[in-house]
C-alpha cells in the first residue's frame, strides 16, 4: 500500500539574496528548476492490460488450516480422486525426492493413499475450478507430521503439489537482531518511530528482507524509517499488512514504512518461496512496501526539488520586499523589472505544483518506473490477487515474489524476472 501526503506551499524563512543582482539571478534559477520540474512530470502514461487473454497463473495466499487429524488416508485418496475425475484435470503429480508419485486418468493411482493427509487435502483445496491457475503454499501441522505443502493448480487443469517436513528444512533462525546493526548495515533509517516496539521475530523478518536488495535498491531506500504500528491509520482498509508513505511538509520531504501486526499473523500457517526454502510471509510484506519506495523513488526526488525551489522562491520573495525598502532612485527600473519578473517566476513555480498533483492523481500515484514496468508481459493481471487490483500492487508484489519464489514468478511470465534481473526498476526506462 502506498500514500502520498502533500503541502507543497511552505513559508520560507527570511533568508535569501542580499542584492538587487543576487536577486535577478535567484529568479533566473528558480524559473528554469520550476521548468526542468515540469518536464519530469511527462512520464509515459501507464500501458492498460491486455484485452485478450494473458497469463493466469496467479500465488494465492489463503490461510488454510491444516491441523490434526485430517482423516484417513484413504478416504483422502479416494475424495481426491473424484474431485480430479469431475474436474476433467488431465492429471496429477507429487513432486519429491523419496515419493514422486504421477498418475491421471482413468485416476487408477497406486500409492496415492500412502501420501501425507496434508499433501492430499491440499490438492484437494487447490483442485477447485476457482482455483485454476493458483499455487498455495501451506504449513501443515497434521497427525502424520508437520510439512510445507505446496499446490499448483496448472493452466491446463494439472494438479501438482510437493512437500517437506518442517523439522528437516527449519525456517531461518529468529536471532536477536540489533536495531542500530540494522541501520547501520542497510543504511535505513530510524526504527523505533512507531507506536510499538519491534520483537526480536520481527526484526529478524525485517533483516531477511534487507539481505535481499541489492546496494543500488538500498541506495533508494537509505534514510527510509521503517515503524512499528499496531494497526493501519484511520480510513485504510483493516486488512492492510504495511503501507508506504510519503509526506511533503515545510522543510523536507520524509518517507517511511509502516508495518502493521496482521503483516506476522499468517507467519505460522503459510510460507512463500518452494519447500525446500521456505520464507515467512512477513518478509514478503516488508519487501513489498520496499518496492513501493523503490518504484516511486523519482518521485521522491522531484517533491524533494519542488519543495526546495518553493522555499527557496519563498525566500528571494522575503529578500526582494527587504530589498524594496532601501532602493536608491537609480535602482528603481531594475526594481520594478525584477518585480515583473517575481510574478512570472511565481506563476511558474505554482504550476508546477499543480502540474505535481495532477501528475500524482493521472497516473494514481505511479511513476516513471511503474509505467515502464506495464509494458512487461505478466505485470497485468498480476502475481497474486492483490496484485491485480492496481498496476502499482503489482509491481510491488512482483518484485517481492520474484525475490522470494523465482518459480512462482516465472509461472506467471519469465519477462517479469527478467525485469528485474536487468535493473529496469531502478532505472524506469522502457527496452533498457
Known amino acids: 500500500m502506498l500514500l502520498l501526503l502533500l503541502g507543497l ?12 543582482e543576487g536577486i535577478e539571478a535567484s529568479l533566473r534559477a528558480e524559473s528554469l528548476e520550476a521548468q526542468r520540474i515540469q518536464a519530469l512530470l511527462e512520464v509515459a502514461p501507464v500501458a492498460e492490460g491486455p484485452s485478450g487473454d494473458g497469463p493466469v497463473a496467479f500465488h494465492a495466499r489463503e490461510g488454510v488450516l491444516l491441523q490434526g487429524n485430517l482423516g484417513r488416508p484413504e478416504g483422502l485418496a479416494m475424495a481426491l480422486v473424484g474431485v480430479l475425475s469431475r474436474s476433467e484435470s488431465p492429471g496429477y503429480r507429487h513432486l519429491g525426492p523419496d515419493d514422486p508419485l504421477e498418475c491421471g486418468p482413468p485416476w487408477t493411482c497406486p500409492g496415492l493413499a500412502e501420501l501425507p493427509t496434508s499433501v492430499l487435502v491440499a490438492a484437494q483445496i487447490v483442485a477447485s475450478p476457482s482455483k485454476r491457475g493458483a499455487e498455495l503454499d501451506l504449513i501443515a501441522r497434521a497427525s502424520d507430521g508437520a510439512r510445507y505443502v505446496t499446490a499448483r493448480h496448472e493452466a491446463d487443469g494439472t494438479i501438482v503439489t510437493a512437500a517437506a517436513r518442517v523439522d528437516e528444512v527449519p525456517l531461518p533462525a529468529v536471532d536477536a537482531v540489533d536495531p542500530a546493526l540494522l541501520q547501520a548495515r542497510y543504511g535505513i533509517g530510524a526504527l523505533d518511530g512507531g507506536s510499538k516496539p519491534w520483537a526480536p521475530h520481527e526484526l529478524a523478518s525485517l533483516a531477511e528482507a534487507l539481505s535481499l536488495l541489492d546496494a543500488e ?13 499496531k494497526l493501519p491509520r484511520r480510513g485504510a482498509s483493516a486488512f492492510q499488512a504495511g503501507e508506504y508513505r510519503i509526506e511533503q511538509t515545510r522543510r523536507a520531504t520524509r518517507h517511511w514504512i509502516e508495518i502493521y501486526d496482521r503483516a506476522f499473523e499468517s507467519d505460522d500457517v503459510l510460507f512463500i518461496g518452494t519447500v525446500d526454502r521456505p520464507w515467512r ?45 532601501r532602493l536608491r532612485p537609480d535602482e528603481l527600473p531594475r526594481f520594478e523589472r525584477a518585480a515583473q519578473d517575481m510574478e512570472r517566476v511565481g506563476r511558474e513555480v505554482s504550476a508546477a505544483n499543480r502540474e505535481l498533483q495532477t501528475w500524482l492523481d493521472r497516473n494514481r500515484q505511479t511513476s516513471p518506473i511503474v509505467a515502464d514496468f506495464s509494458t512487461v508481459r505478466g505485470a497485468y493481471p498480476g502475481i497474486t490477487p492483490y496484485g491485480r487490483t492496481t498496476i502499482v500492487e503489482s509491481f510491488a508484489e512482483a518484485f517481492s515474489m520474484c525475490r522470494l519464489d523465482r518459480e512462482a514468478c516465472d509461472r506467471v511470465s519469465p519477462d517479469l524476472g527478467a525485469y528485474f534481473d536487468a535493473g529496469r526498476h531502478l532505472r524506469g526506462e522502457a527496452g533498457g
Request: hydrophobic share 40%; charged share 25%; aromatic share 4%.
Open 217 to 229: 535498491e538500498l541506495r533508494r531506500l537509505e534514510g527510509v524509517e521503517f515503524r512499528r504500528e
Open 281 to 325: 510471509p512477513s518478509v514478503q510484506v516488508i519487501l513489498h512496501e520496499a518496492g513501493h519506495a523503490i518504484s516511486v523513488a523519482p518521485m521522491v526526488a522531484v517533491l524533494a526539488d519542488m519543495g526546495s525551489s518553493t522555499r527557496r522562491f519563498n525566500d528571494t520573495v522575503t529578500a526582494f520586499n527587504r530589498q524594496g525598502r
Open 9 to 20: 506551499h511552505a513559508c520560507g524563512a527570511p533568508r535569501g539574496p542580499r542584492t538587487i
